[in-house]
């Protein structure tokens, strides 16, 4: 950690004398980062990028004691900001779209029932995804189905948390959980990942 | 539920990349500045940080953040290499 990295927690505290100096100093540097971050996209106006930095300046101060100095303070703050900004675009765009909603009006999970083998899948493949309709039926709970349900039709976990009422990290715990169960019960019915990968051709997901 | 073949393919693919240990979005965020850095200095990525990049390969909304972090880094820097150039 270089000397600038020490000096920006203690200047940005909050009995500091160059606290003000050092917010401004902060701000216009991530206005500037942010900026770059998100390449002009839709939606990211200037008045979106003020606030965006003012919501990360706060959250930044609120959690100063979290900076290990392990990177420069700067791209730690960065990336707490671009966390807020893509969080934000992310509850614009799913805004109004309900798991409900998708299900009602069939967007949603379109699927294939099982209805024999695909002429051009093998009768392998076809038997394990077979075999992951019925784990995912039978092992997991309806939470947990509900999340990979959305999860695999593209809902973002930030908009399946507002939804289920949980925060990211437990939308990610709950994924994971199931990902673990589903594994667990996927090799005790013979599918190891070097058999999983040999089955599905080696397809990158 | 119904998932359609290529859903239940994609989940299967992600399964045989599941780890007993994964690290949340919170501890991606803790970490994802050094990896940031090390990755855009083509500096060794410590084990203690592979955690992250399997954690980028999981989780969308962490990758998307990634990724625009490296591109604010490597504008930034190339802004400052501009500024220090002498005219």
Known sequence: MNMADLEWPMRLAPDSPDREAALLELRLFMLKAVRAGLSRG????????????????????????????????????I?????????????KHWNNVSLDELREKGVFLQGEVDSGPDPHESVA???????????????????QRDMLEAELNGMPHDEIAVQMRLTRNAVYKL???????????????????EEVRTVLGGQEG | MTLSDDQ?????????????????CSECLDMVAEFAERE??????????????????????????????????????????NEDRPD
């Open chain 1, 125 to 143: 493949r076809h038997r394990l995804i077979a075999l992951m309709r019925q784990l995912i039926r039978t092992q997991l709970s309806p939470h």
């Open chain 1, 42 to 77: 839709p939606g990211t106006g200037d008045d979106f990028l003020e606030d965006v930095v003012q919501t990360a300046m706060v959250r930044i101060l609120d959690h100063l004691d979290r900076f290990e100095g392990r990177s420069a303070f700067t791209t730690w703050a």
């Open chain 2, 40 to 81: 855009l200095a083509r500096r060794p990525i410590p084990d203690a940080l592979e955690t992250v990049r399997h954690h980028l390969t999981r989780c969308g909304e962490c990758l998307e953040e990634y990724q625009a972090l490296f591109t604010a880094l490597k504008r930034m820097q190339g802004h400052e290499e």
């Open chain 1, 79 to 91: 990336a707490i900001a671009l966390r807020v900004a893509f969080t934000e675009l992310r509850r």
């Open chain 1, 175 to 193: 994924g994971h959980d199931a990902r673990r169960a589903l594994r667990r019960e996927l090799e005790s019915a013979g599918y190891g990942v």
């Open chain 2, 8 to 24: 239940i393919r994609s989940l299967v693919h992600a399964l045989s990349i599941t780890q007993e240990h994964e690290i949340d």
